[in-house]
């Protein structure tokens, strides 16, 4: 079966300090995987997309990045968090037969 | 915009009432997906409708699809406080997927 997983679940972390979130995916391969942010109270945005290995499309200019180095694994970084960085953030990946996959989600919170 | 629009933003309905959501979109679709979000959660997958179906029905859930007016429907019928939730609306295209803003229900008891 298919599953992704994210982490950690919540985050707290000071204003400049760096940020590495990470997804992983299992039970299928070559994945479309994307990362979305909700901000409270508002719908959920695209930040990223990835079509495969080392191939990240950016939605919005903004202070954070994405990579994928492994097929499977995709992670959200920031060299420096601002407070407006903080919010709700989904890893999510897609298939044909199942639609879209989410991961549980991690809350963070800049301080 | 890369997001789809809901309406109404938010609802506030008496228990065993039915719930309506609509969303709207501007790209063609390979298929529509309903969601769920309790506060602060991920989210749950609803119902998935293709663009080439009109109606589908799961339970208390009923979604409608007009690609011609590029609009869909969520209808949640004998509503229950339980299904106080943010509700989204997913449109799956070419290498992208986009959410409409959400839904904000609430179930009074």
């Known amino acids: 079966s298919q599953t992704i997983h994210q982490w950690p679940a919540t985050l707290v972390q000071p204003v400049g300090s760096p940020l590495s979130l990470e997804c992983t995916v299992e039970g299928t391969s070559n994945p479309n995987l994307y990362w979305y942010r909700q901000a409270a109270g508002r719908g959920l945005q695209l930040l990223f997309y990835s079509v495969g290995i080392g191939q990240i499309s950016s939605e919005v200019p903004q202070n954070l990045s994405a990579s994928r180095p492994q097929d499977r694994q995709f992670i959200l970084s920031s060299k420096k968090l601002l407070l407006s960085d903080s919010g709700f953030y989904l890893c999510?990946?897609?298939?044909?037969?199942?639609?879209?996959?989410f991961g549980s989600g991690t809350r963070l919170t800049v301080v | 915009s890369q997001q789809g629009e809901e309406d109404p933003q938010a609802l506030s309905i008496q228990e065993g009432e039915n719930a309506t959501m609509n969303c709207s979109y501007k790209?063609?679709?390979?298929?529509l997906q309903w969601y769920r979000q309790n506060s602060g959660r991920g989210l749950v997958h609803l119902i998935l409708i293709r663009s080439n179906e009109r109606e589908k029905h799961s339970g208390r859930l009923r979604v409608t699809l007009d690609t011609s007016k590029k609009s869909s429907s969520l209808l949640i019928t004998a509503s229950r406080a339980a299904d106080t939730a943010s509700y989204f609306c997913?449109?799956?295209?070419?290498?992208?997927?986009?959410f409409g803003t959400g839904t904000r229900l609430k179930v009074l008891a």
């Open positions: 999510a990946f897609d298939s044909i037969r199942y639609g879209y996959t």
């Open positions: 790209t063609s679709i390979n298929n």
């Open positions: 997913g449109m799956s295209g070419t290498y992208k997927y986009i």
